[in-house]
C-alpha cells in the first residue's frame, strides 16, 4: 500500500512537471504531452523494471523544470536579441479586445536591428544593419512627449509607424517637425479594419479641435489580404473583461518563450531562402530584396481588386471612417503608398518600367474615395520619380535593401509628399 502511495505520488509530480513547458510557452504542440507521459506510463505499470522506470521520471521531472527555469530565467537576458526588431519583440494583443494589437507600454529601445526581409531568408549577408531608437506611449503606440491639443492623427499599418527606422526620423515626427504641429502617431501593424477600430477607440482620449486633421495611409502590397471584419459599431464588438481578457496577456507571456523563439528561429534558417524572397542587384552588385506576395498585388488590375472580397469591407470601412470623422468635425486625407517594387520597376520588373499607371489598387481606392468624396492621393509616382533621382545623384536607395520598408531617406520623402498633398487639399 505504501508503495502505491509513493508511485502515485512521484506520477502527479511527474505530470505536473510535465505541464511547466506548456505552460511557460517552451513547447506548444499538446500531443508531446502524450510522449512525456509514457515514462509515468510505465512507472504505473512496471512490476520487475520498477527502478528503470523510476529512474527515468526522476529524469523527466529534472529536465522538465530544468528547461522552465532556464526560460524563465532568460526572458529578460535575451530576449530582445532573438528579433531582428523591437517592434517584433514588444508586439501583444489589446486584453480588452485581441483581434487588435499594441506594443508594449513604456518601451524604450535603442540598439542595431536589420531587415524583414533578410529575417526571412536568414542569411547575414544580406543584412543592412542600422542603428533604431524605438519608444511608445501607455497605450502603446510609437510616440513620446506631446503637446495638446493634437494637430494631426497619423494612422496606417508598419510604414507609417516607421517600421527600421528611429522614432524622429518617421514620416510622421517629420511632418510636425517642419510644420510645428503636435502629431499623434495611432500606427500599428494590420490592416484597414483594424485601423478603423483603433482610431474609434482612442481618439475620444485626445484633444482634438476643429483644425485637426487625420492622414491615414493606405498600403498596396497588403491591405486587401486584410479580412477585416463585420461590424463597425464599438459596442457590437467581442469585448472581454476579467479571466478572459488576463488569459490574453497569459497568451502573450507564453508566445515570448525565449527557448521557443531560439528553436523557431533555428527551424527558419534550417527552410533556407524562403520563395517569397526575391533578390535582385543594384548596378554596383550589392542585393536588394524583394517581397514577392506584395509586389503581385502592385501588378493587379482594378478589375481584379474591385472583385476580391476584402474590397467591399475595405469600402464600408472608407465609408464608416468618413462618417465617423465629419461628425467628429475634423479633416481626412487618404494616402496610398506603393509597394517596394512599383517604386523600384526598373529593378524588380524591367520590362514593365515604362508602365507609369497608378497601381489597380490605387486606381479602385481612388475611385471609391471620389464616389464619397473623401481626399485621397496616390504617393507613387511622386516616390518613383524620387527614387530615381537619388539614385541618379548619389546611389542611394528610400528603402532598406533588406526590407519591405522604407529608410530615412524614404521617410523624408514621404513627409514632403504629405505636405504637398495637404497643402493642396486645403
Not at 511632418?175 to 481618439?203: A, H, K
Request: a neutral charge; aromatic letters at 8%; hydrophobic letters at 40%.
Amino acid at each position: 500500500m505504501k508503495r502505491s502511495v509513493k508511485t502515485l505520488g512521484i506520477a502527479a509530480l511527474a505530470i505536473v512537471a510535465t505541464i511547466l513547458p506548456f505552460a511557460e510557452g517552451i513547447l506548444k504542440n499538446g500531443l508531446l504531452e502524450i510522449v512525456l507521459l509514457v515514462p509515468v506510463v510505465w512507472l504505473m505499470v512496471a512490476s520487475r523494471t520498477r527502478e528503470p522506470a523510476l529512474r527515468s521520471v526522476l529524469v523527466l521531472v529534472s529536465l522538465c523544470v530544468a528547461l522552465t527555469l532556464c526560460d524563465l530565467l532568460l526572458r529578460p537576458l535575451i530576449g530582445d536579441r532573438l528579433h531582428y526588431s523591437p517592434m517584433n519583440l514588444h508586439q501583444r494583443r489589446l486584453p480588452a479586445l485581441p483581434m487588435l494589437g499594441r506594443w508594449d507600454p513604456g518601451v524604450d529601445f535603442s540598439g542595431e536591428v536589420y531587415g524583414d526581409l533578410a529575417a526571412m531568408t536568414g542569411m547575414q549577408a544580406f543584412r543592412e544593419p542600422r542603428l533604431v531608437e524605438f519608444q511608445t506611449d501607455a497605450k502603446g503606440f510609437r510616440n513620446g512627449p506631446l503637446r495638446s491639443p493634437i494637430d494631426a492623427i497619423v494612422l496606417g499599418d508598419s510604414f507609417s509607424a516607421g517600421v527600421g527606422v528611429s522614432q524622429t526620423k518617421t514620416w510622421a515626427a517629420l511632418l510636425g517637425q517642419r510644420l510645428g504641429w503636435s502629431v499623434y502617431n495611432l500606427s500599428y501593424p494590420g490592416g484597414p479594419y483594424d485601423q478603423y477600430i483603433n482610431f474609434s477607440i482612442e481618439t475620444p482620449e485626445l484633444h482634438l479641435t476643429r483644425e485637426s486633421q487625420l492622414i491615414w495611409t493606405l498600403y498596396t502590397g497588403n491591405d486587401l489580404d486584410d479580412t477585416g471584419g463585420e461590424k463597425w459599431d464599438l459596442d457590437a464588438l467581442p469585448w472581454r473583461t476579467g479571466v478572459s481578457a488576463a488569459l490574453v496577456n497569459y497568451r502573450t507571456f507564453r508566445a515570448r518563450s525565449p527557448l521557443r523563439q531560439a528553436w523557431d528561429s533555428i527551424r527558419s534558417r534550417w527552410s533556407g531562402i524562403s520563395d517569397d524572397v526575391v533578390v535582385r542587384s543594384l548596378p554596383d552588385d550589392r542585393s536588394i530584396l524583394f517581397y514577392r506576395p506584395q509586389e503581385i498585388w502592385g501588378l493587379r488590375g482594378r478589375t481584379d481588386v474591385e472583385r476580391h472580397p476584402n474590397f467591399a469591407k475595405l469600402q464600408t470601412t472608407l465609408r464608416e471612417m468618413n462618417a465617423k470623422v465629419d461628425r467628429m468635425g475634423i479633416r481626412m486625407t487618404v494616402i496610398i503608398l506603393p509597394t517596394k517594387g512599383e517604386v523600384y520597376r526598373w529593378l524588380l520588373n524591367p520590362e514593365t518600367q515604362d508602365n507609369a499607371r497608378s497601381s489597380g489598387f490605387a486606381q479602385a481606392v481612388l475611385a471609391a474615395c471620389r464616389q464619397i468624396s473623401l481626399t485621397c492621393v496616390d504617393s507613387r509616382a511622386y516616390l518613383e520619380s524620387e527614387a530615381r533621382r537619388i539614385y541618379d545623384r548619389s546611389h542611394e536607395l528610400l528603402w532598406w535593401r533588406d526590407d519591405t520598408h522604407m529608410n530615412d531617406r524614404g521617410h523624408d520623402a514621404l513627409a514632403t509628399f504629405v505636405i504637398q498633398a495637404l497643402a493642396a487639399s486645403n
